[in-house]
């Protein structure tokens, strides 16, 4: 049981460049998240999604979007890669109901030069 | 609009002692509170939570205290040990939405 995995771990973009970071969960959980961590900032939510097929916007969606095609995967995709986007992005995941807490993958350290 | 805030960045205490983080929110929506610990390079792990029906939430030396009225959680740790030393995050359920809200985190410290 791998829990939440995300990868890259690590990646440097150029301005401009696009790419898609993976976030596979084996728990069978219906909710995944997608969230970015600046300095001092917290965590920001990006996207959401409560089951394949369904997203939805979270607090900072501009410059992203996902996909939900499977229960287990949950891609972001990044078109034009802008140093606004360096950032540490965290995948979660969590069962569907009231009172649960998520699980959150290692993260992936993005720096876009 | 930061709907969960945490005012303190940083906390520093002593070995042993006390630590409380706090927390604010102004959804009255919210409906259920967690607390997630971050140690560097890796993910946030779930620490403890309280729903709104209750006003206090114990596991062994971590406390979550709720005051709906006032919009404001807490977190309390005794005793403080070297090993809690990370950055805590308090986090909301907005209920129907499915969304969790992060506040914006509170480093820290214990002192040995």
């Known amino acids: 049981n791998a829990g939440v995995t995300q990868t890259p771990k690590f990646r440097i973009l150029k301005i401009g460049q696009s790419m898609t970071l993976q976030c596979t969960q084996d728990m069978n959980h219906n909710y995944m998240y997608w969230y970015r961590q600046d300095p001092g900032m917290g965590l920001k939510l990006i996207y959401y999604s409560v089951g394949a097929g369904i997203t939805d916007k979270g607090e900072v969606p501009n410059g992203y979007n996902v996909s939900r095609s499977t229960t287990e995967d949950f891609p972001l995709r990044l078109e034009l890669a802008a140093p606004s986007q360096t950032s540490v992005y965290f995948c979660?995941?969590?069962?569907?109901?009231?009172?649960?807490?998520?699980?959150f993958g290692q993260g992936t350290r993005l720096t876009v030069v | 609009d930061q709907q969960v805030k945490q005012n303190s960045p940083s906390l520093s205490v002593q070995e042993g002692r006390i630590s409380i983080l706090n927390c604010d929110y102004t959804n009255s929506m919210f409906d259920y509170f967690l607390w997630y610990k971050k140690y560097p390079a890796e993910g946030p792990t779930f620490l403890i939570s309280i729903s709104s029906i209750k006003d206090k939430n114990e596991d062994g030396r971590f406390t979550v205290f709720l005051n709906k009225s006032a919009k404001h959680l807490s977190l309390h740790i005794v005793p403080s040990q070297p090993g809690d030393s990370a950055v805590y995050f308090c986090a909301a359920d907005g209920g129907a939405t499915n969304k969790l809200i992060f506040g914006t985190g509170t480093l820290l410290a214990v002192q040995p």
């Open positions: 979660a995941s969590r069962i569907p109901g009231q009172n649960t807490e998520a699980f």
